[in-house]
């Protein structure tokens, strides 16, 4: 890959503009064309202000700054701080040599590198110093950032490496020599050369603003920008198109807080949204925050937890699925590091205290004492204002319904042991992509984190995740969900790639909707029309899902579906381990979970292996072994028909204490 020349020389005039206040209202001499993101380079603001031109550190903090910071760290964040520098992981891992191809090890070299500068900046202790050198070191050493057979230099790594060396050269400026900063200065601005040309704007060019491969190496870029503003030609440049990738990738973020990626993304990829818009907030004076999706984030997090706050309603790409479940394999570890959930909370700090929301901060709360894991503690010290009054989680309400995406949650209440589902029916991206779409013709979905999942459900009881999908997957299918099959065939296009929704018109995914809900203490019902998320040559002319819950009488499901040409309908519903027989029309999953089938009669079962297509490296993620997880029960009518309804009701039995 390599850099236009234009882009290396930029002329003296236009190098003036740019580091003038107006940079941002000034077109750099190459900039002009019809291209959406070029006319918002040109508009958007992203120029450095004037009052941190020539100084270090700038990005986040200003040496002003940090001796408010010390004292944090001394008095009222003494406990949020001394979790963060147990945690430093340059003082306890050593840093994989080059070229560090194992699967993110490159991640958490950029994360390493930050987390030892901020602590050298609080603590002034040397052996912070010596620690973040010996990160920047194996950086610089890396010929490539990232994977060197997929998407090298340009994608999740470089953001990753360009946003810790990027603030770890900015925090440690004035404690390097000439030789180091020059050294780093160099490889960082190679690195952001190569990553902004990838994402240059050419004519028709389309990006997946939505997804995280594109917002996490923007994000890098942006801090890497404002780190070397003015000691570099071209980094305004870089900080005009991080801006207005940004302003899209805000623009398509969901309005209702819900993430569509699922929550394991939800973990990786929303910190990056944070990173980029603090530093730009910092760095220009611009506050980008104030978005209904990221005021009701909180919501999706507090609600995607299962009653026991140590993993979650699993919609989506996430993990191993029954193996994480059980404790077991290799993502267990990433997803529970030395046994503790990783689920980021810190990040709801920043919210809780940039929209002063008592309800963010108890979120927050609650999971601190979860004992949850964040992969970035020191972001504590600046994020948490203990001054955001908490509304415990026991005063929150313990149901929520996200419309744009379509998913409910209910709770009996917050306690461990409390009844809860998950019901989704909705477009993978949800509703507000339709008008965008039309809008953005730049705008290219990536949806294949999103399975093809309509109208399925997840149930918890007496302390256990009873039945739900089957985890990451390299093929999603809608196999692999509580949902339904006609002549053993899913949803969308699944089968063959990992997207299942390409190609499907945004008008066709907007009609996958729940057209009722209601939500009250100790009962819900919800009727979700999946209809559409089906390919119109399987011919399904309806599947209307209605779920009914009481106390009294458990959860039922009530199926009313047709087709224009004869076929067999099948309905599934998945175990971790087994299925068990009890009678003709019972059956028992985990031992707990008592499904029993009213309608149809007469009927017939199947108890099948789960098999999943598990996913491949990155760049060949369709590749990957097929796995068994656990099973899967499908109830069918006797013979073949047009149209069919069921009716199974979902009982739940006490674990024996």
């Not at 589902?421 to 039309?438: I, N, Q, T, Y």
């Not at 999908?469 to 809608?478: D, H, Q, R």
């Not at 175990?575 to 028992?588: G, I, S, Y």
Request: hydrophobic share 40%.
């Amino acid at each position: 890959m390599k850099h236009r020349k234009a882009l290396l020389l930029v002329p003296l005039l236009a190098l003036a503009i740019a580091c003038s206040e107006d940079a941002s209202s000034a077109p750099p001499s190459n900039a002009v064309d019809g291209h959406p993101l070029r006319q918002l380079m040109v508009r958007l603001p992203s120029a450095l202000r004037p009052e941190l031109r020539g100084i270090h550190p700038r990005v986040y903090v200003t040496d002003a700054e940090l001796p408010a910071l010390r004292e944090r760290a001394k008095g009222s964040h003494r406990q949020v701080w001394q979790r963060a520098l147990d945690q430093v992981r340059a003082l306890r891992v050593e840093p994989p040599p080059a070229p560090a191809q194992e699967r993110r090890v490159q991640n958490d070299v950029g994360i390493g590198i930050a987390e030892a500068a901020l602590a050298y900046q609080i603590e002034r202790d040397p052996k912070y110093l010596e620690a973040a050198k010996k990160y920047l070191e194996a950086a610089v050493s890396y010929d490539v950032w990232g994977y060197l057979y997929n998407k090298p230099n340009v994608d999740l790594a470089a953001g990753h490496l360009l946003y810790g060396m990027g603030w770890g050269y900015d925090l440690l400026y004035n404690d390097l020599t000439e030789a180091e900063r020059t050294r780093y200065r160099e490889k960082l601005t190679k690195q952001a050369r190569l990553l902004f040309a990838a994402f240059e704007p050419k004519a028709d060019a389309t990006y997946p603003y939505s997804q995280n491969h594109t917002f996490i190496p923007i994000a890098g870029l942006g801090v890497a920008a404002y780190a070397l503003y003015d000691e570099v030609e071209d980094a305004p440049e870089w900080a005009r198109l991080a801006r207005a990738i940004y302003e899209r990738v805000l623009q398509t973020y969901s309005p209702d807080g819900y993430y569509y990626e699922g929550f394991e993304y939800w973990i990786f990829s929303t910190p990056w949204l944070v990173h980029y818009l603090d530093a730009h907030a910092h760095a220009t004076g611009e506050d980008l925050f104030d978005r209904p999706g990221f005021r009701h984030m909180h919501e999706y997090v507090a609600h995607s937890m299962l009653p026991d706050g140590q993993y979650v309603f699993d919609f989506g790409d996430i993990f191993d699925g029954p193996a994480t479940r059980a404790k077991k394999g290799p993502e267990y570890e990433r997803s529970h590091p030395g046994g503790r959930f990783h689920t980021n909370y810190n990040l709801l700090y920043r919210l809780a205290s940039r929209f002063k929301d008592g309800e963010a901060q108890g979120v927050a709360a609650w999971m601190e004492s979860l004992d949850h894991y964040n992969a970035e503690n020191y972001w504590s010290l600046l994020w948490y204002d203990p001054s955001v009054p908490v509304v415990p989680i026991e005063r929150q309400t313990p149901w929520h319904y996200f419309p744009d995406h379509e998913v409910v949650y209910w709770r009996k209440d917050w306690t461990p042991q409390a009844t809860a589902f998950a019901f989704k029916c909705g477009p993978p991206e949800g509703h507000h992509a339709k008008p965008l779409l039309a809008d953005f013709r730049d705008w290219e979905p990536s949806t294949g984190h999103a399975h093809p999942d309509a109208n399925g459900f997840i149930l918890y009881g007496d302390g256990s995740y009873l039945t739900g999908p089957s985890g990451y997957a390299g093929i999603p299918m809608a196999a692999h969900n509580n949902t339904l099959l006609l002549d053993g065939k899913g949803q969308a296009r699944e089968g063959e790639k990992h997207e299942a929704f390409e190609g499907i018109p945004a008008e066709r995914l907007d009609g996958i909707r729940i057209e009722d809900v209601k939500l009250e203490a100790g009962r819900a019902y919800v009727r979700g029309n999946a209809t559409l998320a089906y390919e119109p040559q399987l011919g399904l002319t309806k599947f209307v899902r209605e779920l009914t819950f009481t106390e009294a009488e458990g959860l039922v499901l009530t199926d009313e579906v047709a087709s224009r040409q004869e076929g067999r309908f099948g309905i599934l519903f998945h175990a971790d381990d087994k299925v068990e027989t009890l009678a003709a029309n019972q059956f028992l999953i985990r031992g707990q979970l008592l499904v029993d089938v009213t309608a149809p009669a007469p009927f017939v079962t199947a108890i099948v292996p789960n098999i999943v297509a598990a996913p491949g490296k990155p760049g060949s993620i369709e590749q990957g072994e097929r796995e068994q997880r656990g099973e899967r029960l499908e109830i069918s009518p006797a013979g073949v028909g047009t149209q069919t309804r069921f009716v199974t009701k979902l009982g739940i039995r006490a674990k024996p204490r």
